[in-house]
Structures are given as structure tokens and as C-alpha cells.
């Protein structure tokens, strides 16, 4: 990026990155495969790039959440298996074959909609069956009253000409979350995975080559549930590990610069809405960044950013383009000057808190006109 041009932008450290990859990894039994899931352009720190160095360091699998993500991938030199986990229309099935991408299969109907176009091509598309065990989202319903027919749908899916079934799995909902009630809602979930996985190869004579369930919160807090292969998100990217056992490091710093400098008397209202009046006279900064660059509006006025010399606490409604920050007694901070959003010196979980959200959000939420550069 050219210095002269800076005015926000996300530094991603690649070997951050690498070593998450290596600590987690260092976590698995022999055998057990690492998908690494890099959807939502990788949660904001650019899906090729982080595929290029999971593929280099030697991971098994790709998740991604549809078919554009899969087809960057493709396009950009990604050889390794990638998995859409969502929804892709059956038109394009011939696409999924063509670039070997891997498709989730929800329903029986959906998998009969493959199954039609993959026979009418002449051609195998490779399949990864999902179950809906809890999450109350996509997958075929087993729980309960819905087990024979949800078991009965799956082995039906899984012998349909034109389809090949590599693998299942299901999404825990609470595995990142303390509590009792929490940790046994996680457990029924997968005591009724390995359940339908039983039945369905028993009565389908069938058997999945790739089980998987553990997502970040399971792999930090769920070893049992590891089984082929796990498919660590927000962990990958160095959150989620509350024991810190894993010893991971977070791989974005999110920084701004000060564009300019104003010093208002008491009692000036500062920007949308008047939410907030100085007390004293004030030396205002206006950072070159705001909710279009992926700054939460909700944590307007609740947080403050690293600068040089100590904490600036951001005042007002944070605009689309610009926010502003009380610099008063941080003499070292002038115009140009860098202020850390989030990053090594201020955590991101001061941002995500204060706007009632989660980590997850504010990755994803950095807009594409803030540059990434890597580091």
C-alpha cells in the first residue's frame, strides 16, 4: 500500500496464521483430518491468501460458504477439497463437478435435484451429507419422532446415481459456551450424530469415509467429538481459545490514522445526534474511520482506541467514514498518526462487547475498501 494513500487498513500476520494452524493441528490424534473454514473471505483476513498457507502447511479440507468463495479459490490456484456449506442451485451442479468442489446435501430433495443433473451430465459429484442434530437450521431432521425418516431420507440420499458421499456431519450451536445446560445440550447433539451415523450405515450398508462435527468451541472444549476430521473457524484466526491452552495469536490488527486534530471548548456537542457534549476543553482527533470500513455503530461512545501514550476513548455516533476520539493529554498523537481499532494492544473483545455483538461479526463486517496487507 502506498504510504501516501493510507488511511485505514488491516494488517494480517501470516505467521500468525501458521502457527494457529500448528497449535491446533499439534492438538489432533493421528489420522484426524484439519478442514480449516475460510468463508466470508477467510472472516475478513482474504480467503486465498489463507488458503495458499493452510495448503502449504498441509490441511486437508477448504470450507467455504458458496459457490463464488469455492470458484476464488479454484480461480486463484487452490487444488485442495473444498466444501460449500450452504446452498448451491442445482444449474449449476455441472460448475461444482467441473472444479471438484465439494456440495453439502440438506434434504432428500435437494440431493434428488443433484442426483437428476449429475446423471443427466454423465458425471459424479462428491457429496458431504449434513444432519440437523440441534442447531434448528440446514440439515436433515433426525431428533426425535423424526428419526427412522430422517435416517431412511439420509440412506436414500447416499444411493442416488450421479452422487458420491464422502463424508457427514452436523454443527453444534453451544460448544463455545459455559455452563451445564450448555455442555450436555452439546453432548445430545452428538450422541444422536454417531446415532444416525450407526443407523445409517447399518441399515444403508454405507459407510462415511469423513465424520465431522467439532467446530472451534468443540475443539477447544470437545476432544471426544474430533472423530475424522475437525473444522475450526474463529479459532483458526486466534479467538476462542477462553482456556488458553492452545497458546494461539490473533492474526488482524485493525488500524486507522488521525486526519485531523480540533480542540473544542466545554461544553460542544459533537457529531449525529448531540449524544455527546465535551465537559472541558478538549482536543478532538477525526480517525479516517467509521461504520462503511466495518466499525460497529453500537459501540459508539462505549470503547476506546491504542495510541501512542495510553487509550483514546472515541466520543459521539461513530459517522459512515469517520469517528471521532478524545486526544487530550496524549500529546505524542498528532495528525497521521496510527490508532490500533483492534489489535495487539487493544483487544477486540473491547470493541465486540461494546457493541453487543461478537468477534465473528466485527472480522467479517471489515469492508473490502480497507486494504489488507499482509505481514
Known amino acids: 500500500m502506498d504510504d501516501l494513500q493510507k488511511r485505514s487498513w488491516a494488517e494480517i500476520f501470516t505467521d500468525s496464521i501458521r502457527h494457529n494452524y500448528r497449535a491446533i493441528r499439534a492438538e489432533l490424534p493421528e489420522g484426524c483430518r484439519f478442514l480449516g473454514v475460510v468463508k466470508a473471505d477467510a472472516y ?40 460449500i456449506l450452504g446452498h448451491t442451485p442445482k444449474e449449476y451442479v455441472r460448475v461444482l463437478i467441473e472444479y471438484d468442489i465439494t456440495q453439502t446435501v440438506t434434504c432428500l430433495a435437494k ?76 453432548l445430545k447433539q452428538f450422541a444422536l450424530f454417531l446415532s444416525v451415523i450407526e443407523a445409517a ?32 473457524g474463529l479459532l483458526l484466526y486466534g479467538y476462542g481459545d477462553t482456556s488458553g491452552r ?21 461544553g460542544t456537542d459533537v457529531s449525529y445526534g448531540r449524544h455527546y457534549t465535551t465537559d472541558k476543553l478538549t482536543r478532538m482527533g477525526v480517525l479516517a474511520i467509521g461504520y462503511a470500513d466495518g466499525l460497529p455503530r453500537a459501540s459508539s461512545g462505549k470503547c476506546s482506541y491504542a495510541v ?12 459512515m467514514d469517520m ?18 481499532v483492534f489489535g495487539e494492544k487493544n483487544s477486540i473483545y473491547e470493541i465486540s462487547d461494546a457493541a453487543g455483538t461478537i468477534p465473528y461479526e466485527l472480522l467479517c463486517a471489515v469492508s473490502k475498501r480497507v486494504p489488507r496487507v499482509y505481514k
Open 111 to 186: 440431493a434428488l435435484e443433484f442426483s437428476e443433473e449429475a446423471s443427466r451430465l454423465g458425471k459424479t459429484l462428491k457429496t458431504h451429507i449434513k444432519v440437523d442434530t440441534g442447531m434448528s437450521r440446514l440439515g436433515f431432521l433426525c431428533e426425535g419422532e423424526h428419526f427412522e425418516e430422517g435416517v431412511a431420507n439420509i440412506v436414500a440420499a447416499c444411493t442416488l446415481p450421479g452422487l458420491e458421499t464422502e463424508g457427514i456431519f452436523t454443527h453444534f450451536s453451544v460448544s463455545d459456551e459455559d455452563g451445564n445446560e450448555n455442555r450436555a445440550y452439546t
Open 246 to 266: 492452545f497458546g494461539l495469536k490473533p492474526c488482524m490488527r485493525l488500524v486507522t490514522t488521525v486526519s485531523t486534530i480540533k480542540y473544542y471548548s466545554s
Open 323 to 340: 469517528c471521532m476520539a478524545d486526544l487530550t493529554g496524549l500529546p505524542e498523537v498528532d495528525v497521521g498518526s496510527e490508532v490500533e
Open 201 to 232: 450405515e447399518e441399515t444403508g450398508k454405507i459407510r462415511f469415509a469423513i465424520r465431522h462435527c467439532a467446530n472451534s468451541g468443540a475443539v477447544v472444549n470437545y476432544p471426544e467429538t474430533y472423530l475424522d476430521m475437525v473444522r475450526p
Open 308 to 319: 501512542a501514550g495510553g487509550s483514546a476513548p472515541q466520543c459521539g455516533s461513530i459517522c
Open 44 to 83: 475478513g483476513h482474504g480467503a486465498l491468501r489463507v488458503s495458499q498457507i493452510l495448503e502449504e502447511e498441509g490441511a486437508d479440507y477448504l470450507a467455504v460458504s458458496c459457490l463464488d468463495e469455492a470458484l476464488e479459490l479454484r480461480r486463484g490456484g487452490i487444488r485442495m477439497p473444498i466444501l
